[in-house]
């Protein structure tokens, strides 16, 4: 069995990545279970810096392998914001209120493409680093619709869907989000590297 600590204070994450990958000799514990707590700047200027920042911070706070997610919606006709700053689009922490005010900016905007971007960075206490980033396309939609999932997914509509990642099962979401992804791709690197460390 191998625990790995997620550099994480959002509970929604926490559920995500343990509903993608805890099977099979993998068990993520928040730092609530870890009993630390870390809340590091993240000064970085991209989701892989700032992803990086939070691993490191917690794997040297608890001695334990750290995984973190950085990740965020990205919207074209806005130039990429909130981009890294999704967490706390206008200076707001309330999910509600950045979505509402996602959409204000948004009115009358005929380009409505916008991708969710997770990169998921993994360091151990030895040294070794490992690093997945994936995304998820689609568009914003008008209005909020659903009640799933967290953040601005009642008014993203993945390419291909007619429903919001809101309005999806937790399986249908992770089936095709950016943390299902990059999760996915993280557990294979994982396994790789584990196994070549037991040889
Ligand atoms: P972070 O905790 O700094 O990585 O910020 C991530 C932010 O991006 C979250 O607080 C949400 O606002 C947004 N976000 C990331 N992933 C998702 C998702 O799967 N659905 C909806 N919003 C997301």
């Known amino acids: 069995m ?64 750290a995984l973190a997610d950085d990740s965020g919606i990205v919207v074209r006709a ?6 890294i700053y999704s967490a706390r689009y206008g200076g707001l922490d309330d999910e509600g209120k950045q979505r509402r005010l996602l959409l204000r900016e948004m009115e009358g905007k005929t380009d ?7 990169s998921i960075a993994c360091v151990f206490p030895d040294g070794k680093e490992l690093w997945t980033e994936a995304e998820c396309r689609g568009e914003l939609t008008e209005e909020e619709r659903g009640t799933g999932g967290f953040g601005y997914d009642p008014i993203f509509l993945p390419a291909g869907f007619t429903r919001t990642t809101a309005e999806m099962s937790p399986e249908e979401k992770n089936a095709i989000s950016h943390r299902g992804k990059a999760l996915r791709m993280m557990e294979e690197r994982l396994r790789a590297y584990l196994e070549g460390e037991e040889k």
Do not use: H, W, Y
Not at 78 to 83: E, K, N, Q, T, V
Not at 112 to 118: E, G, H, I, M
């Open 2 to 65: 191998m625990t790995f600590l997620l550099a994480s204070n959002n509970p929604n994450k926490l559920r995500e990545c343990r509903e993608i990958l805890e099977k099979d000799g993998i068990r993520i514990i928040s730092f609530k279970e870890a009993g630390i707590e870390s809340n590091p700047e993240e000064n970085g200027t991209s989701f892989k810096e700032n992803a990086f920042i939070k691993a490191r911070a917690a794997m040297e706070k608890s001695g334990l392998p």
């Open 112 to 118: 409505r493409a916008a991708a969710f971007v997770a």
């Open 78 to 83: 806005l130039g990429g914001a909130p981009g």
